[in-house]
């Protein structure tokens, strides 16, 4: 909206008693012989000029940003000139009152600009030295789980490049069957180089004593331990490591026939958390040791958890929001699906940039 039109000079007006120059462009429907009528018609006087008389400069953006001439002189005659944008004229002559300058001010706008600059940079430093603190915090909490855990002072739980911890939780709540279970899974990294690494998991569920166990003992390569830490989540959550922010998907169970005795092989008749469980609850070993053939009993037993875990598979919980969600594959493939595994070389190089950097 343009200032109040030209006509002739009022000797009453919100510019009375004021000397009002202009410089910079402010657009082609705002040319300076069109500043100069309104401001002589609202009856204040205009000046071609910065001197002694100015009170106010209408200054544009472009202007006052660079420093022009007029801007600079009265920059140096202080604050005895108001220097402006034109939104100030605008709206005093629209209002028919004298606005307040400090609310058009070039150098207020700028000062604060510098406030929110120094405020944020501040923030941000802030931010950092907190962040420096709960790495620090962190870091002491691995340590102390890894003395509990695998009875060992010289681990620390893992941190890739991104600030991850991989110390996670897997989670089955089933309402149908009341049971509410917990995996924490946790890859452990050696102080010394160069790094060793471990596994340990801990299975708990409401009622029962947690159980714990070393997946991958001290001393394990990154390659071995990573592939092992993939492979848990992978079984119980039916999904790959690189799909963890992937919804989860309901499995159909697989029909088999429980009739007959099955012969299985090694990976199979290794006790599993869920077994040691079963064992204790029933007295009876779950395999038979000499043969590894199951028995109907135990089979069925175990083949309606296997079959149960595909209808609820363990979800993973989700870092809290602004925590590191670990390192991706960095490209999908050529067909845009997400690579299944996760290369334990993507990991690994992240990692020795986050080291040497």
Request: glycine share 6%.
């Amino acid at each position: 909206m343009a200032p109040r039109k030209s006509g002739t000079p009022r000797k009453r007006g919100p510019l009375k008693n004021l000397t009002i120059a202009a410089t910079g462009d402010f657009g082609s429907d705002k040319p300076h012989d069109k500043i100069k009528q309104w401001v002589e018609y609202n009856g204040g006087t205009f000046s071609s000029t910065v001197d002694t008389h100015t009170t106010h400069l209408i200054a544009s953006k472009d202007h006052w940003k660079k420093r022009l001439p007029m801007v600079r002189k009265a920059i140096h005659k202080g604050d005895w000139i108001n220097i402006v944008n034109f939104d100030w004229l605008e709206d005093t002559t629209q209002g028919g009152r004298k606005r307040a300058e400090s609310n058009y001010s070039w150098k207020k706008a700028e000062q604060m600009k510098k406030k929110d600059l120094l405020e944020k940079r501040r923030k941000k430093e802030h931010l950092k030295r907190e962040g420096r603190k709960a790495v620090v915090e962190q870091f002491h909490k691995g340590c102390k789980s890894a003395i509990e855990d695998i009875n060992s002072d010289n681990h620390h739980v893992y941190q890739d490049s991104t600030g991850f911890d991989y110390d996670i939780t897997l989670a089955r709540l089933d309402v149908e069957n009341n049971r509410n279970e917990r995996y924490q899974l946790k890859l452990y990294e050696s102080h010394t180089i160069p790094n060793t690494y471990a596994i340990f998991v801990k299975f708990s569920r409401p009622h029962r004593k947690p159980i714990n166990q070393l997946l991958i003992p001290q001393g394990a390569s990154f390659d071995v331990a990573f592939s092992r830490f993939q492979d848990f989540f992978r079984k119980k959550c039916k999904k790959h490591w690189s799909q963890r922010l992937e919804p989860s998907v309901k499995l159909k169970p697989t029909t088999l026939n429980s009739n007959d005795s099955v012969v299985v092989d090694e990976e199979e008749v290794k006790e599993t958390p869920e077994d040691i469980e079963t064992r204790r609850i029933y007295g009876e070993l779950a395999k038979n040791p000499e043969t590894k053939i199951i028995n109907v009993r135990a089979f069925k037993e175990k083949e309606a958890k296997r079959m149960a875990e595909m209808e609820h598979p363990f979800v993973y919980v989700r870092p809290k929001p602004g925590r590191p969600l670990g390192v991706f594959p960095p490209d999908r493939g050529p067909d845009g699906a997400m690579p299944k595994e996760m290369d334990v070389t993507e990991v690994r190089e992240d990692d020795a940039r986050m080291r040497l950097g």
